[in-house]
């Protein structure tokens, strides 16, 4: 018998026909979209709101499974609809959470990270990396924490990175200048100064 918060087995079988699942987004063409996505490994999206106000009537009473929202929304949006998830006690307040958004700048990241959600997606996003990170969501054992304003999973990572390629600029532009500094290395002297005409 496994613990409570015990890692899923890399081979283990996840069904996700069953999941509760709640799409938050104030275009409805993106919500479609996403649903589409959902329902192509099974997932029916049983809430599809136009608005943080409309998913916090649902959520203060209805225990949904997942939860994808959409950072940019007019009045309310999502970091605060999460940051306010967080702090709503039974039945959601450990609910995963996926954010999506068109343009994802580091500032943006960051707020997700301290508004408590599990995940960050670009839009558009494709069906199997939005499953990649359903599934990852599904395995993750991060404790929650509550530091100061802060309640949600913990922020750092310890057994292994996030999933997907990265793709953050300074982490690209370092292993590629490691990697050119390597080959120069290896190609001796000449190749190192530059001058090996």
């Not at 309310?76 to 006690?89: C, K, N, Q, T």
């Not at 500094?181 to 290896?186: E, G, L």
């Amino acid at each position: 018998m496994g613990t409570v918060g015990e890692a899923l087995r890399e081979t283990a079988i996840i069904n996700l026909t069953g999941a509760i699942t709640m799409v938050v987004d104030d275009s409805p063409f993106s919500a479609e979209i996403t649903s589409s996505a959902l329902l192509g490994f099974g997932i029916r999206t049983r809430y599809s709101c136009r608005s943080a106000p409309e998913a916090m009537e649902i959520l203060r009473g209805t225990e949904i499974d997942l939860l994808v929202v959409d950072c940019e929304m007019p009045g309310m949006d999502g970091f605060e609809l999460v940051h306010w998830l967080r702090r709503s006690g039974p039945p959601n307040a450990f609910l995963p959470v996926i954010m999506t958004a068109a343009h994802i700048r580091r500032s943006m990241v960051d707020k997700a990270r301290n508004c408590g959600a599990n995940y960050i997606v670009t839009k558009p996003f494709s069906a199997s990396s939005l499953l990649e990170r359903i599934v990852w969501v599904a395995r993750d054992t991060r404790p929650f924490l509550e530091v100061g304003e802060y309640f949600g999973p913990d922020r750092r990572f310890r057994d292994g990175e996030a999933p997907g390629d990265e793709r953050r600029a300074e982490i690209l532009r370092r292993a590629e200048f490691e990697a050119r500094n390597a080959a120069a290395v290896m190609a001796g002297p000449e190749a190192a100064t530059g001058s090996g005409c």
